[in-house]
């Protein structure tokens, strides 16, 4: 027995998942040095809270899996083309690297002492879940007809025709628990800073005493609240490309909002004022985190992280 | 302050890196379900003292980094390739979900308690080791006179005329520090299994104030060897799919040894007894640990793990 201090007592404890365009923004290149690029501008963005308080970096993946798809079943004479769950698994290595050499950099910068350390997260999902009747989230290549046909018979794959052409569509189960969260809570207690959950984390069903990858995608804002939730966290903060949460946005009745209350909050959803795939899973990731149990769920622009997360730019979501 | 009682304390703290054939025989098909097989039979030869001591797993990568390689650079028209270090970490994220879904069974089936936590893991290389004016080591897909010309040009490349074609050599630096050393201290400490170090580590430089990746490939029993040193671990045992290491193998005069000293190790390597890229390098990370202060390593068969890592069979290395 010895004595021992964890470094994360009282300290505010943060869940900050990092958007899409903290890796790439949309006309970006999607080589290794544009992204470490990008990662850098998003820790340089928040080192000062990484510096001070306990923080956890979560981020999706989409780009980089959807590479790592048009790779993998390209030509038939490759090896053996990975589960889609196991690209995911992939690129949580990819960005894992990206990430910690951004944050390298930053932390020579800086002078931080906090040590980053990525690691390869689960979730798990239920096998009953009703998103595994119905698959809508495109991924990967564009196929013809005729190899579209082929794939929905060999690999008994779901194909959507989109207007290039049929993409393969899978399911986007909830995540209802992360497999690494005694992990990571290790880690902040240790004083590191653990980046994970990585695209939402590889979706696993628990069945033959084992947990087995299955082939979907899980929102990452959604497991990022989960892993807030689960861990305790004092705040969810998503920091992305607008500045605040709209209802109408992109309408002329567009308003930014600073504060939702968890029953405005549910109210809005209700009425469809959110975009579909884009604010609406961010706001049900916040308003998720309050339910649990969470002070405080912010939605901001990463640019301005310090400000979301001190509650004076961005949207705050409350209680009452 | 809190009293905590750290679950490393008096026991034994035990590397054991995988070899080759714990994740794929030469003859295996390489999709996942096998690597998963395989996996599994690795874990439960070794559950026993995973559930006893302080055991952290590293691993090879040489198949499936070779394979992201093939499928990286296969077409003009994809994604822009990622560079060699970086298919290294996407092998490391696509290994460490192999890895978690064979221990997690064994662990359900076994009733052990302790968690396993896969980290990306970096190895600091010298800039001006002398491996980066000769690389060796062919990696990736075999080329035509023509793209080989090419991509020495364009990429600047080293290239090697093999049997089959033109191959992409690259370096093979030793891994003087394993950057996440801490990260897997800590995680011994708090009772987790580490799987880390896979590949021999994501190979990095320190330069412009960051650790940068670099093309470059690195020895897994090497990069083994350093991290069992650096963590001060008791023993470092090599698995393999052979069951001593023997002098002159494969020759009239072979012979299997069961115990070698710093002296006779030494005495051996400088008359290049052992199989240059196969067995050398395994008894060069073993004597290596012993010369930095470990007590005891150990190279013998992946099957008969348990007898090997109690010195019953492979082979003992010893100070003198």
Redesign the interface.
């Known amino acids: 027995?010895?004595?021992?201090?964890?470094p994360g007592e009282l300290l505010v404890k943060i869940v900050i998942a990092f958007g899409g365009n903290a890796l790439l923004e949309t006309t970006d290149?999607?080589?290794?040095a544009t992204q470490v690029k990008r990662a850098y501008r998003a820790f340089d963005a928040i080192w000062k809270i990484i510096s001070m308080e306990d923080v956890v970096i979560t981020h999706g993946n989409g780009p980089q899996v959807g590479?790592?798809l048009?790779?993998?079943q390209?030509?038939d004479s490759?090896?053996?083309p990975?589960?889609l769950?196991?690209c995911g698994?992939?690129?949580?290595?990819?960005i894992?690297?990206?990430m910690?050499?951004a944050y390298?950099?930053v932390r020579?910068?800086k002078g931080i002492s906090k040590?980053a350390?990525?690691?390869?997260t689960?979730s798990i999902v239920d096998p009953e879940d009703k998103a595994f009747l119905e698959p809508t989230k495109p991924v990967g290549a564009v196929f013809s007809d005729e190899k579209a046909r082929e794939l929905v018979n060999n690999n008994g794959w779901k194909m959507s025709k989109t207007e290039k052409g049929w993409r393969r569509v899978v399911p986007s189960p909830f995540p209802m628990e992360i497999v690494?969260r005694?992990?990571i809570l290790?880690?902040l207690r240790?004083g590191?800073l653990p980046i994970c959950t990585g695209g939402g984390g590889?979706p696993?069903i628990r069945k033959?005493?084992?947990?087995?990858?299955v082939e979907a995608v899980i929102d990452k804002d959604l497991a990022s609240s989960v892993l807030a939730s689960s861990i305790e966290a004092d705040k969810l903060a998503i920091l992305t490309d607008v500045k605040n949460v709209f209802i109408n946005f992109g309408k002329p009745d567009q308003k930014a909002l600073s504060q939702i209350t968890m029953e405005e909050g549910k109210d809005y959803l209700s009425k469809g004022f959110f975009g579909k795939g884009s604010m609406e899973p961010k706001v049900r990731a916040a308003l998720r985190f309050i339910e649990k149990g969470g002070k405080e769920a912010v939605i901001g622009s990463l640019s301005d992280a310090l400000n979301v997360l001190s509650g004076k730019s961005g949207t705050r979501f409350v209680k009452s």
């Open positions: 027995m010895l004595l021992v201090a964890l290149s999607r080589d290794y590479d790592i048009l790779r993998n390209i030509s490759l090896p053996p990975m589960p769950d196991t698994a992939m690129s949580q290595g990819l894992g690297q990206i910690l050499e390298e950099r020579n910068e040590e350390v990525v690691t390869v689960r690494e005694n992990v290790s880690q240790s590191f590889i696993v033959n005493k084992t947990l087995l990858g």
